[in-house]
């Protein structure tokens, strides 16, 4: 995240992740989500705050999947159907099962798949939101296996050279253990930011970035403004002389991975909230020695760690750290949210009649 | 490839691919390598230079073969071992094969295992260089399988903030069938160009685009520059502020999947000529029906290909669109090579008393 998009902590409350989490999990709950699985989307969004993904927490997702269990968008309780299955594949129907919940299961398939052959690959067609994309990745790790998940969401990227948004953000996030050192855990979108953020800023009044947006016209704006109402969001890479064409490929990859291999249509043709999910889970031990490769990765992490910084720069981070390092501050000292914020998920909490904990 | 860097017309002869590909078979027949690996190895850099791909052709790679060759790097007769295996999964030691002859055995593996588990997966190494990585991807596409193909190279990218290289430039490339519709084929470093583009670029006397490069200090170099002697290249994305994590990010990831995952170290602890490669065939048929895939494929590459073009724009291409032209043009008008590269290859040829065709 950019600094200019993050909260200033003055006018931040910190909020403690296990009271915020048992109110989530009580607001699922009470809409009619199985008790499991609210606690399940619970800890997927409140993993993200805890994580310092705020794009991807309570305040940016919660509201929104809740509209969509009450417009009947998300089935609360889904009942996930093999389309197509081979010893170490699946392609399952999400029946419009919230991706927060059902992803979880998908990659529960394919760790178990993974133990058998070495790999599971699980595609998703007819599901919706999945929240933070690393949190699926991340449920290879305790059994010692890297995980992967992308997901392709409705058109919000414009391609290169073009003036009309035709794919998602669509993100890849991947996560491989290490030893000694905290595990390797990488999310992107492949647009050059997620559009929450961008959405965000807006709210705040924070300019963004030269080159992260385009104007209608799909001109890239080239210097530090206040996102319009109307705009487009550039794929990684900016301009197509920075690579932006590697950006738009990467989307198209992974709207390829989600959609057409599950046996869905594309985001463009697709109403908003239907997602497609992809999944994998490689199994360490049937490539190499876990603990070597857990070795190694120690190594790796620190070799990267300790690369002389540049000019003016502080240090060298390795992905992932970032998070690792809010997660410690946060499930120490709390999640900070803006006050407004807090006051706005008291107002769901009543408007539930949920026991508000934070 | 950004224009800047291309050869201009008037400086190329157009050279008969095939004549190319005789004389490249002959050369590394005289070098002693089997009959059969001696074609495929003129097949994987003719192709490159067939599909636009110069930074990966004849020109900029065979010289760097034959001497690794000579010096005794790379095994002019390798014996693929299988290291471990499971049904879906293999780890192959290369036996100092060069990565355009033995990876292409590792995409057969994995064709095979996806062919009875729905995916294989494969990784290798101790092997030489791969050429352009598309060409292995590729190999998937007959079989009605996406391919994927990433490959580790020696540390030549700078990571976020950095002033030292640690990564290699690390591309992916995926292939995907489509039905009417040219296949998807996407290949990119995941450094913001492959160094060996800034090289031909200096060779050639042509400046590098802003953002592209730091000086030895790690700043990044934000005006239009002829490349110094001494630069370092940034992962994709440029600057922090543009999202160069996500290309370190992605570097990052490869190097774990093709090194790591292959119990082999990283980059920056191995000789700069050992490679560490990865590959994966995804069975179409195990995920869904084949002819609806390539239908939608179809739809999905029509759709970004209609894309309204960006004012000032012309039109908005999809991810293997440049290199399947360029293949059209090439096969029936001949290959560009500056005459003085032409000159060279006769030189070679001469050199080990080959018969030249061009």
Redesign the interface.
């Known amino acids: 995240m950019?600094e200019s998009f993050k909260l200033k902590e003055d006018d931040a409350v910190r909020v403690d992740g296990v009271a915020l989490q048992r109110s989530t999990t009580a607001l699922f709950a009470k809409l009619g989500v199985p008790a499991d699985d609210a606690a399940l989307a619970a800890d997927v969004l409140v993993s993200a705050d805890l994580r310092g993904v705020d794009s991807h927490g309570v305040s940016n997702m919660l509201e929104v999947y809740i509209d969509r269990y009450l417009d009947g968008t998300q089935n609360l309780t889904p009942e996930l159907r093999v389309?197509?299955e081979?010893?170490?594949?699946a392609?399952l129907d999400g029946d419009r099962g919230l991706g927060v919940i059902v992803v979880p299961k998908a990659m529960e398939m394919a760790v178990a798949k993974a133990r058998?052959?070495?790999?599971g690959?699980v595609?998703m067609s007819n599901a919706g939101h999945l929240g933070m994309a690393a949190y699926h990745a991340m449920l290879a790790l305790p059994h010692d296996m890297?995980g992967m998940c992308m997901t392709a969401t409705g058109p919000q990227v414009?391609?290169?050279?073009?003036?009309?948004p035709?794919?998602g953000t669509n993100p890849?996030a991947?996560a491989?253990p290490a030893g000694e050192e905290q595990a390797?855990v990488?999310d992107?979108a492949t647009s050059?930011?997620p559009i929450n953020k961008v959405r965000n800023a807006r709210r705040m009044g924070h300019p963004v970035?030269?080159?992260?947006i385009?104007g209608p016209?799909?001109?890239p704006i080239m210097e530090e403004t206040l996102a319009p109402e109307d705009f487009l969001v550039m794929p990684?890479?900016?301009t197509?002389?920075?690579?932006s064409?590697?950006?738009?490929?990467?989307a198209?990859?992974v709207?390829?991975?989600c959609?057409?291999?599950?046996?869905?249509?594309?985001g463009?043709?697709l109403p908003r909230h239907a997602f497609r999910h992809f999944v994998v889970a490689?199994?360490?031990d049937?490539?190499?020695?876990v603990a070597?490769?857990k070795h190694?990765?120690d190594?790796?992490i620190r070799?990267?760690k300790s690369?002389?910084?540049?000019?003016?720069?502080?240090?060298?981070?390795?992905?992932g750290q970032p998070e690792w390092e809010a997660l410690a501050d946060r499930k120490a000292n709390g999640i900070p949210l803006h006050h407004e914020v807090v006051e706005w998920f008291r107002g769901i909490c009543a408007e539930h009649e949920v026991r508000c904990e934070i």
């Open positions: 950019v389309v197509r081979r010893a170490s594949t392609t058998e052959t070495g790999v690959v595609t890297v414009v391609p290169t050279f073009g003036r009309e035709r794919l890849i991947f491989a390797f990488f992107m050059i930011v970035p030269p080159g992260h385009a016209d799909g001109t990684l890479g900016s197509r002389e920075l690579g064409h590697k950006g738009y490929g990467l198209s990859m709207e390829i991975m959609s057409m291999l599950a046996g869905a249509n594309f463009n043709r490689y199994n360490i049937a490539f190499t020695d070597e490769f190694t990765m190594e790796f070799d990267l690369t002389p910084p540049a000019a003016g720069q502080e240090r060298v981070m390795v992905a």
